[in-house]
Structure formats: C-alpha cells, structure tokens
C-alpha cells in the first residue's frame, strides 16, 4: 500500500504506474480511474471549504497574543465565550485543526503564522510549570491553572496533530505539558496520585500517556499511565458493576452510579483498553491482570447499546438502563476500543459488534445527533470514518457519502460555520474525508482547482491528478 505522496512528482509517477498494465495481470482502469477521478472533484471540494474555514478564524485571532476566541459574534448570538481563550476548548477543539488544515491548504501559513501562535500560546497562557490556565482575551487576564485544560488539549488536539504530522514543535508542548500535569496530579488514592477523580480527565491522560510512553521511551510516562490504569481495574471498575463511573470517590471507595457514553466520560475506556494493548505486547503480568476486567466492562457497554449497536449518552451502571437516551455522536469511539480489544485479544465477537453497528447506519440519514448542530454530524462522521479504515463496510461507506454533504452544508459564506470553537470539528473530519478519498495521499502547494483522487483496488492504487488551466 503506497503511503502519503509528499510532491506532485511522486503523485504523477504513481499515476502512470498505474495506468500501465503489467502482464497477466487484470485491470478495471476505466471504473478505477473513473472513481479516482470523481474522488479528485470531491477532495477538491473540500479542502477549498476548509482553507475557506482556516482563513476566516485565523482573521478572528487576538491581534497582540494571537490566541482564538472560544466563540465569535458573527452568527448573531449573545456569546460570552467570546472574550475567553481556554485550553479546553479553543486549543483543544479549534487551533489543532487549523494548524492541520493549513498543513494541507497553505504551507506558508503552516510553518508561519501557526508556529508563531503556538509561541504565543505557551507564553501567554503556562501557569504552573507547563500548565496552562483560561485567558481573558478582555482584560488580559490568566486564570488559575487547568488540569482539566491541559488533559483536553492534550488528548483532543496534540495528539492529532503528532499522529498525523509527527515530531513537531506541538509534539513537544504535548510531552511538556503532559510530565507538568502528571508532576502536579491532585487526587489522592491507594494506587498514587491522580489528575482527578472522573473518567474524562483521567482517560484523557491515559490516552496520551500510553502514546508518549512508546514515542519516547520516557518510563515515567508508562508508569504514570499504569498508576491510572491500576487504579480503574482493581478499584474503580469492580465498585462500580464493572463500569467506569462518571465521578469516583477514592476516599470513600464510592463512585457514582452514571457512565458517559459519549466524549466527556467515554475517554477512559479508549485509555483503558490502549494501555492494555501496550502491556500485552510487552508481555507484562498486567495484561493478564486487565483482561478479564476490560472485557466485562466492554460486554456490558455493548449489552446496554439500542437494537442497532448504537450507544446512549449516558447509562445507570448498575443496570445498564439509559439515563439520556439521546444516541451517542461518539459511538465510533468506544467501538474503536472494541475493536483494538478484537485485534489484541482475537475474541470475534468485538469484531461482529463493530460489523453489525456499521452495518446499520443507513437507518440513521439525517439523525439529528445533536440538537441541530454541526458538531454531532462531524463526530458521527468521524466515528464512521476510524471504524471503516480497518472494516469497509458498504452500507457504513454508503452513509458517509450521504452525511458528508450535510456535515460540508452548514458552512456560512464567509467560511465559518457556527462560531465557536466546534468549528474545528468541522474541519477535522472534512480532512479526515478528503484524506480518505486520497488514500492519505496529498499534494505540497495545493491550491484550489488541483485534484487529486485515489481508489484501492486490491493491493493496487489508482491515482488521479488534474490540474487547472493554466497550470499549477
């Protein structure tokens, strides 16, 4: 399989490679470069909505610290998120996404103005150590540290950015930012300290600190990832019907009868079941110790799902009834740890659950996942995309198609979308869709009318690369 094509040189070889016929070997080239073809106009399509989207915020930026607003006033509502700046929502959810869309829209602006306000975001935002806290974009003014901020920024945003670009200067922030947080850890338990005493912030470390725990080598970072995990299997999830609970008591060895489904609280069962991947590819005891327990807590996850596999919000943990029976945007998720569950353990029945979800998302057109917003269609979308990377599922793909044309509607003509700092969300799986149409393959210099467009057939690649007139 050809990996991301970094010039236009490398895309136009693999596009006559491919038009070759080797002998003995069948090909469709007409429907394959046809499809490759169709891809190019979409992918075309979309990274132009996304520059658009980049360019509009990046014009809303503080002119002095150049940090984002969590909100703007142009779509017409009272927003007082728009005199904040905070690590939990702008640079968790919005900056990460236009650095990877100017990545991929306007290099110059990539290694410029986004390094520039990374600089500035570091500067104008550390409390404690590498801990940052809420500014105020009004008075100039830096609240007290976050580690709530912090564990978001980490996990929504930095991890993004390194998975998909590697060792850059936002790699670092996350690694500082991270030992900062885990040195400063508040919550008191038997197991040592942790960040907090819920799911979301502790499962949002978890996340990031298995990931820096093999990206560099660093044993700090595996043991404070097995402090967390320790904590959860031997106390948290056996006092709690084998879930993890919302909020836990370490103190009194009490958690509160509610698992969150969805983001917010469903970020510990991603960790739980990464770090078990981790020891059991090292062979540890722990892996033994984990699995029984992890599987209890998928078992059940996936006993309280609807008829289709689809999980609630939130769930009562002692009997599996929903609290919220809203659907879950972020099902993908948690189904994502099913599925790395699958891969580690063998176990098929994780695999039929991802299978039978994706099976059934055509009765899902047009769900309104979250009260009208763009931001549950982006986070379904996502969900669908991670998922059919490792099971292509027709009817899962066919539902993409049909939801990316909603998800790209919501745009405004001047490039925003709702105006907050979700807006970044929008733009995150818009990539993630274009990226998909290119098989991961994607041009230095784009610029709008250039198409680019991929269809696998087997182990074969099928490029397609059109440029304007006029040249490119």
């Known amino acids: 399989m050809i990996g991301a094509a970094r010039s236009a040189q490398i895309s136009l070889i693999l596009f006559f490679l491919s038009v070759v016929p080797l002998p003995g070997q069948p090909r469709e080239p007409k429907s394959a470069l046809t499809k490759a073809m169709e891809n190019g106009i979409v992918v075309d399509r979309t990274l132009t909505g996304v520059h658009k989207m980049l360019k509009a915020w990046i014009s809303k930026a503080d002119p002095e610290t150049l940090l984002l607003p969590d909100a703007v006033p142009e ?10 700046y905070t690590p939990h929502n702008s640079a968790a959810d919005n900056y990460p996404y236009l650095v990877a869309s100017a990545y991929f829209t306007d290099r110059a602006l990539y290694d410029g103005r ?3 306000m990374l600089r500035n975001e570091i500067r104008y935002t550390n409390v404690s150590g590498a801990v940052p806290g809420n500014f105020n974009l009004k008075d100039r003014t830096l609240g007290p540290k976050s580690i709530f901020g912090a ?13 998909l670009l590697g060792r850059t200067p936002w790699f670092y922030r996350m690694v500082d930012m991270t030992a900062s947080t885990m040195e400063q850890a508040p919550t008191a338990t038997r197991h040592g300290l942790l960040p907090d005493p819920g799911a979301e912030v502790n499962g949002d470390m978890l996340q990031v600190l298995v990931r820096l725990a093999t990206m560099t080598g660093d044993r700090r970072f595996q043991e404070w990832a097995e402090r967390i995990g320790d904590a959860y299997i031997g106390e948290v999830l056996p006092n709690c019907y084998g879930l993890p609970s ?16 969805r983001d917010h609280g469903n970020e510990i069962v ?19 110790r984990y699995r029984p327990v992890l599987a209890r807590m998928l078992d ?10 689809l999980l609630y919000d939130e769930i009562r943990a002692s009997d599996l009834k929903p609290l919220k029976t809203r659907l879950s945007d972020n099902w993908g998720y948690v189904y994502g740890a099913v599925y790395t569950f699958y891969m580690v353990t063998g176990e098929q029945k994780y695999r039929d659950a991802v299978l039978k979800v994706l099976k059934n998302l055509p009765k899902y057109r047009k769900h309104d996942w979250e009260n009208g917003g763009h931001d549950g269609y982006a986070d379904a979308i996502e969900s669908a995309l991670y998922l059919v990377n490792r099971e292509p599922v027709p009817e899962a793909i066919d539902w993409i198609e049909s939801e990316i044309k909603i998800l790209r509607a919501y745009q405004r003509p001047d490039g925003l979308i709702e105006c907050w700092y979700g807006d970044g969300n929008w733009a995150r ?43 490119w």
């Not at 779509?75 to 904040?84: A, L, S, T, V, Y």
């Not at 919302?246 to 489904?261: A, C, N, Q």
């Not at 059940?300 to 596999?309: K, M, V």
Request: net charge negative.
């Open 151 to 163: 564990a978001e920024y980490a996990k929504d945003g930095l991890i993004a950015i390194t998975e």
């Open 300 to 309: 059940r996850i996936l006993e309280s799902a609807n008829q289709d596999g």
């Open 429 to 471: 799986t818009n990539l993630l869709f274009a990226l998909w149409k290119t098989q991961g393959c994607f041009l230095e210099g784009w610029r709008e009318g250039v198409r680019l467009g991929a269809e696998k057939r087997g182990e074969e690649l099928w490029l397609w690369l059109e440029c304007p007139a006029g040249g």
């Open 270 to 288: 991603v960790g739980l079941v990464l770090l078990y991947a981790l020891e059991n590819y090292q062979r540890t005891e722990r892996a033994a």
């Open 246 to 261: 919302y909020s836990y008591d370490f103190s009194t060895g009490k958690g509160e009868d509610r698992v969150r489904l």
């Open 75 to 84: 779509c017409g509502r009272e927003d007082r998120r728009i005199d904040w």
């Open 114 to 116: 986004m390094i520039d």
